[in-house]
């Protein structure tokens, strides 16, 4: 048979709430107790095992106080919230908080009906409200935080104010002489001191002497107490026997100059001297577990300068890295041959005709010697417009040269081989220099873009801890475990956050409620990653875009093609800004299809990196033009920034585009010629504003060749009504359809986007 295996952090976790329950039983403020009340209701509130804490409430109210009136108070405190708890256990329904207060009130019945004369009353019940109030933040820090034990303001009074009842609780206890709170409280100061923390040393100690200053109703304690913290923390050392030491000659001095007890001197220090036995003996581990806890906010500052110390250590690798690319592009461009003159073109070409066809001429000593000069000029004279033609013949050759040269087909033939020679090799060093040029082109660009992340990683990360501490706590009260939080300003001072919570709760939707109203903007959820450690995730969130676009796509091929030769892309580009794009490749079918769906997978593959514009269409540009095939492809580009509500459009070959804004048209016109058709482009341009409810029309030539002329089809559009950008598109396809006779002559391709606020 076997035998179930005893938890001992659940037996050590009730045996502490039981300890704290007969400790509020035992703290009484001007004859009045009800701690021990309030901190059953928030027990039940926090989720509590209800049985336990029942049992706890009945047993250290009696303990404390034997009696019948006790008795009969503390069944109607226990019974009211039973009652309440498994009323919300049955319906399945979580306590409200205003539930919790309203009922801890009528649990006071009884001790109203035995008190109804008292004029204390009325404190005693402000005095458990607040303390009812001060526990179920103390029970929701400790049992449902776990391991994250980041205190906010509010939260860390309501635990000095715990600490001060627990010295009001604990100074009454008197066990022959051996004053308990003396050994509790020098115990904590050892513990604190030891691991460097003087300003949470000096407020625990006030709040604890505050409360047994209360009990006594003597301002000593805070007086003898606050001294012993102090010198404690002006002492502190790394050695246990040292620390110990100077605490206790420094309570002797205190006894001896101050309180002159003599006599029982003895029993003052014999909590103090337990409580250094204790903390000598306890593992070094320990405390430093202690520790980590309680640095973990100094802790986070460090990991953050560390942060923005490794930004500016990467800005400066980028910088250097950026000058590598930089030097490259210097070299590539270096290595670029340059073409021939004219003049150097046709020495050569007289050298090579001298060498070749007047070699074994037997006229050649009687040209060279009497006709040198007037020949050169003729075989200069020919070649030239051999070079201006491209290829001569007979006519061509000047009379004086054809009535005296015997090869003159000969000459014609190398001249024209020469030629059609050096134009095969221009050809071939053009695709070479411009293999040289873009390759120094896209070195030139990642350089600048190396600058550029440089620049934005470079500026420091501002941090926001307080609002961190406020957004934990809000998630913690709706039972959504919350181990840490990082708010960060940067590029464009957008608002980011991450935050790590518990796997299973990643998704909730209290999430993004509990950021937007902390942080006053709204914000989204963006990814979600898993942490190797534990079974957390790290959600980032930023803020949650003002303005969002819409997309409306039609298109049709051209009739007899089973492949539209038109490609569209509509991406997200990083930040808050989309690619729209159109590219119609030259004819119509598979053809037509690969080649602008090449062009089109370039544009956005540079344009995911972050080159800029000019760059990106020199280079697809001279990546589509290289082979010297007729890879002809019009682009039509629009780069909407819904942040900055700008669109920028570029234009290669492509017709015009359209905006509709409500019932006015702005045109947006077209032209250069072709991508790939030059090894250089000229795009034509165009920056606008765009505001909610615009719609931006784009469209292949098939659609504006099949309206009659341009105001037709501006015409058609402004009389269009609908809102939606798909009913758009297919409305103005079918349009261009019917007017060709339900035939497409080309393939048919419109995009519409369309703006709007996000509520």
């Keep these: 048979m076997k035998t179930k295996k005893i938890n001992f952090n659940y037996i050590l976790k009730y045996f502490a709430l039981f300890f704290l329950f007969l400790v509020l039983s035992n703290a009484k403020i001007n004859n009045l107790s009800p701690f021990i009340y309030a901190l059953f209701f928030a027990c039940l509130y926090v989720g509590v095992d209800e049985k336990l804490s029942a049992l706890f409430t009945l047993s250290s109210a009696v303990i404390i106080d034997f009696s019948l009136q006790t008795f009969f108070i503390a069944i109607t405190v226990v019974a009211t919230g039973l009652i309440i708890f498994y009323f919300h256990k049955i319906i399945k329904k979580k306590i409200k908080l205003i539930t919790i207060f309203i009922f801890y009130l009528i649990s006071l019945a009884t001790y109203i009906y035995y008190n109804f004369f008292n004029f204390y009353i009325i404190y005693y019940i402000l005095l458990g409200l607040i303390s009812l109030y001060v526990f179920i933040v103390v029970c929701q820090v400790t049992i449902l935080r776990k391991n994250c034990f980041k205190l906010t303001l509010d939260e860390s009074i309501c635990f000095l104010f715990l600490i001060a009842l627990l010295g009001v609780g604990l100074a009454p206890i008197n066990i022959y002489n051996f004053l308990f709170y003396r050994f509790i409280l020098m115990l904590a100061i050892f513990i604190l001191i030891s691991i460097n923390n003087s300003t949470l ?281 919350c181990r840490e939080v990082l708010l960060y300003n940067e590029k464009n001072n957008d608002l980011n956050a991450v935050i790590i919570v518990k796997a299973d709760e990643s998704f909730h939707p209290i999430i993004e409620k509990v950021l937007s109203e902390v942080l006053k903007a709204p914000m989204r959820i963006t990814s979600v990653t898993p942490i190797q450690e534990g079974n957390y995730n790290s959600i980032t969130l930023h803020k949650r875009n003002k303005f969002d676009c819409v997309f409306g796509l039609a298109s049709c091929n051209k009739a007899g093609n089973e492949i539209c030769g038109d490609c569209h892309s509509i991406i997200r580009l990083n930040g808050n800004r989309f690619l729209l794009a159109l590219c119609d490749g030259m004819g119509a079918g598979s053809s037509a ?167």
């Design 201 to 481: 040393t000096y407020s625990v100690t006030l709040s604890f002497a505050f409360g047994v200053s209360i009990s006594s109703m003597s301002l000593l304690p805070i007086a003898e107490f606050s001294l012993i913290a102090l010198v404690a923390g002006v002492f502190s050392m790394p050695h246990k026997f040292k620390i110990s030491f100077i605490v206790i000659l420094t309570d002797i001095l205190i006894q001896y100059l101050f309180f002159a007890k003599n006599i029982i001197l003895f029993y003052d220090l014999l909590p103090i001297i337990f409580a250094a036995i204790i903390f000598i003996i306890l593992p070094n581990k320990l405390l430093n577990n202690l520790s980590d806890i309680i640095y973990v906010k100094n802790n986070e500052i460090s990991s953050r300068n560390l942060i923005n110390a490794t930004r500016r250590s990467i800005k400066k690798r980028l910088s250097e890295l950026s000058n590598v690319f930089l030097d490259m592009k210097q070299l590539h461009l270096n290595m670029v041959k340059k073409d021939l003159t004219k003049d150097e073109l046709i020495a050569m070409f007289s050298r090579e005709i001298l060498n070749n066809c007047c070699k074994d001429c037997l006229d050649k000593n009687k040209c060279t010697r009497s006709l040198g000069l007037d020949n050169k000029s003729n075989l200069e004279l020919l070649i030239d417009i051999a070079l201006t033609k491209g290829k001569v013949t007979l006519l061509d050759i000047p009379s004086s040269l054809i009535n005296r040269c015997g090869k003159v087909n000969n000459l014609v033939s190398l001249v024209n081989r020469l030629v059609d020679e050096y134009r095969q090799y221009k050809n071939m060093v053009a695709d070479v220099n411009n293999v040289k040029i873009l390759l120094a082109d896209q070195m030139g660009a990642v350089s600048n873009m190396l600058l550029n992340i440089g620049d934005e990683i470079n500026k420091n990360v501002s941090f926001d801890m307080a609002r961190e501490n406020k957004i934990i706590s809000c998630l913690l009260s709706l039972n959504v475990e």
């Design 593 to 759: 299809h690969n080649m602008s769906a090449l062009t089109l997978g370039l544009i956005e593959n540079f344009y995911k990196v972050g080159f800029e514009n000019e760059i990106i269409l020199e280079s697809v540009n001279k990546l589509l033009s290289v082979n010297n095939q007729e890879n002809y492809s019009t682009l039509d580009v629009c780069v909407v920034d819904l942040d900055k509500e700008i669109a920028d459009f570029i234009k290669v070959g492509s017709p015009f585009g359209l905006i509709k804004r409500d019932a006015n048209i702005d045109l947006i016109e077209g032209g250069a010629l072709p991508i790939g058709a030059l090894d250089s482009i000229t795009p034509v341009t165009h920056k606008t504003t765009i505001s909610t409810k615009d719609m931006i029309i784009m469209f292949t030539d098939g659609i504006s060749d099949a309206f009659e002329t341009q105001e037709n089809l501006i015409e058609y559009i402004s009389k269009l009504v609908s809102t939606n950008p798909q009913t758009i598109a297919e409305s103005i396809l079918n349009e261009a359809l019917r007017l060709n006779n339900m035939s497409a002559k080309d393939d048919m391709t419109v995009l519409v986007a369309r703006t709007y606020l996000k509520n």
